[in-house]
């Protein structure tokens, strides 16, 4: 048996999938994510099996990964957040709506989250993974 993730990098469009959201918010929020997370990391994202949007990539224990990215799901935005032994619990404490998942930020709606808290947070988890895999 292989601990090679079962989630990997495609060739599918990115702005394809994103226009394919379903529900007009959702979509919405979706594209804002993306624009949001490209110019945090700088990074043209790419898609991780059938429904995640990730930017960047590194090596892990179990195989190659995205350092970063979300999921528009039908019933939130799943953030793919990494920020190591240092939780940002101050930033957090200001992003306003939210649920917390291990390494997973949930957001029911992009207009119920404040929008420089949620940039810090992406800034932050980029800036540790890019400390963990240089």
Not at 4 to 13: I, Q, Y
Not at 105 to 113: G, H, P, Q
Request: hydrophobic share 40%.
């Amino acid at each position: 048996m292989s601990n090679a993730p079962k989630t990997v990098r495609t060739n599918a469009s990115v702005s394809a999938f994103l226009a394919a959201v379903e529900g007009e918010t959702r979509r919405k929020d979706a594209k804002a994510v993306d624009k949001l997370f490209r110019e945090v990391t700088g990074e043209k994202p790419a898609m991780w099996g059938t429904s995640i949007v990730g930017y960047g990539e590194y090596d892990g224990s179990t195989g190659r990964w995205m350092r970063t990215g979300f999921s528009p799901r039908k019933t939130s935005l799943v953030l793919y957040l990494s920020f190591g032994a240092t939780e940002p619990e101050a930033v957090l404490g200001k992003l306003g709506k939210h649920k917390r998942g291990k390494g997973c930020l949930y957001i029911n709606k992009l207009a119920e989250v404040d929008a420089q808290a949620l940039r810090a947070l992406i800034e932050r988890a980029w800036a540790h993974m890019a400390r963990k895999y240089p």
